[in-house]
C-alpha cells in the first residue's frame, strides 16, 4: 500500500486561507470516509484534527475544515494563525484492512 | 481521561528485538483497536498494525509482517508491540493510538527506540 500523495509545503500569510490535499485511490481515500487529518508541531505528538474526512473533535477551531472529491481528500484552514504552522499529514483506511498515512505537508505562516 | 502511557526509551543492537508496552488506563480498555505507528527522524508517519484487545486479532502492514507481534494484557489495560531483527531503518519514534471512527484519536508519548551497533 503506497503512502497518500500530499504536497510537501504548503505556505500563507495570517488571516489567509490555505488548502492541502490527500490524494489516493480508489482502494483507500476513494473508498471510504475513514479520511482524517493530523497536526504535529515540532517535537510533540500527532493531534487529531478531522475524522471521518469532515467531522471536527470537540475543541478542534471551526477554522479546520475538511472535504473529499473522488480519491483526493483536503483539509481547508481559514483565518490562518502563526499557531497553525506545523506538518499535517492525512490518513485513510484501506480495503485490505490496513491504514495508510500521507508523506506529511509542513505548513509555513509567513 | 482518556491517557496513553508508553515504555521509555530503548537503545538496541542490530539483530535484536524490542518490546514496547503502552498502557491505556482511564477508558474501557477492550472497547477500542490500537494502532501502532512510527515516525523516523525528520520522516513522516507510518502505519505499523493495530490490535483488537478484545479478542486479540491482529493486522500488521505487509513490510513488517514476519518481524512485529502485538498482544495484549486485559487484566492491566496494556498492550505490546514487539519488533524483532532490528535494523538501523527501525530507529524511530514508536507511538501507540485509539482507534475511534476510522481515526486514531488520543496518542501515548511516543517512545524512541534506537538502533545502533
New interface residues.
Given amino acids: ?1 503506497s ?1 497518500l500523495t500530499q504536497p510537501a509545503f504548503v505556505s500563507g500569510s495570517p488571516g489567509q486561507s490555505i488548502t492541502i490535499s490527500c490524494t489516493g485511490t480508489s482502494s483507500d481515500v476513494g473508498a ?5 487529518w ?1 497536526q ?1 508541531h515540532p517535537g510533540e ?4 484534527m478531522i ?2 474526512v469532515t ?1 471536527r ?1 470537540s475543541g478542534v477551531s471551526n477554522r479546520f475544515s475538511g472535504s473529499k472529491s473522488g480519491n483526493t481528500a483536503s483539509l481547508t484552514i481559514s483565518g490562518l494563525q502563526v499557531e497553525d504552522e506545523a ?1 499535517y ?1 492525512c ?1 485513510s ?1 484501506t480495503s485490505i ?8 505537508t509542513k505548513l509555513t505562516v509567513l | 481521561q482518556v491517557q496513553l502511557v508508553q515504555s521509555g526509551a530503548e537503545v538496541k543492537k542490530p539483530g535484536a528485538s524490542v518490546k514496547l508496552s503502552c498502557k491505556a488506563p482511564g477508558y474501557t480498555f477492550t472497547g477500542h483497536h490500537i494502532h501502532w505507528v512510527r515516525q523516523a527522524p525528520g520522516q513522516g508517519l507510518e502505519w505499523v498494525g493495530i490490535i483488537n484487545p478484545n479478542g486479540d486479532s491482529t493486522t500488521y502492514v505487509r513490510d513488517f509482517q514476519g518481524r512485529v507481534t502485538m498482544t495484549r494484557d486485559t487484566s492491566s489495560s496494556t498492550v505490546y508491540m514487539e519488533l524483532r531483527s532490528l535494523r538501523s531503518e527501525d530507529t524511530a519514534v514508536y507511538y501507540c493510538a485509539r482507534a475511534h471512527s476510522g481515526s486514531l484519536d488520543y496518542w501515548g508519548q511516543g517512545t524512541l527506540v534506537t538502533v545502533s551497533s
Fill in positions: 500500500q503512502a471510504y470516509n475513514y479520511v482524517s493530523y504535529q505528538t500527532p493531534k487529531l475524522s471521518e467531522n473533535p506538518d499529514y490518513s483506511y484492512s490496513t491504514w495508510v498515512f500521507g508523506g506529511g
